[in-house]
């Protein structure tokens, strides 16, 4: 069973960073595009990033462009999420997740065959 576990969130003030990662013990990395999502309360999961299996491709949601920037790193099983920037509108639970179609950056949380359980990011303004 593909395990999928994010760290990294926490409180901030609007303008501040914070540096999600997502690990994936065990499982196959590189057959997998990774793709970050996130659902603040009372609202639907939104897109937020995704990233091809090669990490020289990603698709990010217009929200997120020229603030958030994703990588990854096949030997350690690991994707990062540096958020820069942030804004009291980021505040959301954010959820990792592996999509088998390691060329994808989809943007449809329905491409996505694994989760992690999220990780709480909260702005404060």
């Known amino acids: 069973q593909v395990q999928l576990v994010e760290s990294g969130g926490g409180l901030v003030q609007a303008g501040g960073p914070l540096r999600p990662s997502c690990a994936a013990p065990?499982?196959?990395?590189?057959?997998?595009?990774m793709g970050w999502f996130r659902q603040a309360p009372g609202k639907e999961r939104e897109f937020v990033v995704a990233i091809t299996w090669t990490g020289t491709r990603a698709n990010y949601a217009e929200s997120v462009k020229g603030r958030f920037t994703v990588s990854r790193d096949n030997f350690r099983n690991s994707v990062f999420l540096p958020m820069n920037s942030l804004k009291p509108e980021d505040t959301a639970v954010y959820f990792c997740?592996?999509?088998?179609?390691?060329?994808?950056?989809?943007?449809?949380?329905?491409?996505?065959?694994?989760w992690g359980q999220g990780t709480q990011v909260t702005v404060s303004s």
């Open positions: 997740a592996a999509d088998r179609g390691a060329w994808h950056a989809s943007a449809a949380a329905s491409s996505y065959e694994a």
């Open positions: 065990g499982l196959t990395f590189s057959d997998y595009a």
